[in-house]
């Protein structure tokens, strides 16, 4: 009997593992992305901008080419993206001090504030009404996925940079047999 219970239990522990794994994060993942980019829309910046004045706010001031290494854009993308947020008012430039060549990006921080009280306060006072249902233990449990979650996906990120992602070879097979058609019937024209 003692086999059975553990064998199911085991079971259910696989089966929560797999849901959370196969569909609530994922889900979560693109609420946040959908949030993130109504924020944007508010705020009259694209969600780009957005994110990398949030990861300014987070990380401290730093120069347009480090954001950029951060990010994985170009340095082109990024000379948008800072006078973007500049133009706004959310973040200003200044001549570093060690290096004349370099500007460090600062956020300003009055604006992040107000982007805080307007925006994000109300969400997050429904996420601490949330919070406040679990105990101190499965507290501990949230803080400690999210941490190890988090640190996971800047892994995956730093992969995938890594790594150039190719569609299976049958499908640029017929990518390149498509286009090679339409060129042909293009000459027959």
Do not use: N, W
């Not at 508010?42 to 987070?58: A, Q, V, Y």
């Amino acid at each position: 009997m003692k086999a059975k219970v553990q064998k199911a239990a085991r079971k259910d522990h696989r089966e929560l593992v797999e849901a959370i794994v196969g569909q609530l994060v994922r889900k979560r993942s693109t609420a946040d992305v959908l949030f993130h980019h109504a924020v944007a829309v508010r705020l009259g910046l694209g969600p780009t901008d957005h994110k990398c004045l949030d990861l300014l706010r987070e990380r401290g001031p730093m120069s347009g080419s480090e954001l950029a290494a951060i990010t994985g854009l170009t340095t082109g993308a990024m000379t948008g993206v800072v006078a973007r947020l500049e133009q706004a008012g959310f973040l200003r430039r200044e001549p570093d001090p060690h290096d004349g060549r370099k500007q460090v990006l600062y956020p300003v921080l009055e604006r992040v504030r107000d982007i805080h009280q307007a925006v994000f306060e109300p969400l997050r006072q429904d996420v601490a009404a949330v919070l406040e249902t679990f105990d101190t233990h499965q507290l501990t449990a949230i803080a400690e996925f999210l941490t190890r979650t988090t640190d996971i996906a800047y892994r995956h990120v730093a992969l995938l940079r890594g790594q150039e992602l190719r569609a299976p070879s049958r499908t640029r097979g017929t990518a390149r047999a498509t286009a090679t058609k339409r060129l042909a019937a293009k000459k027959q024209k």
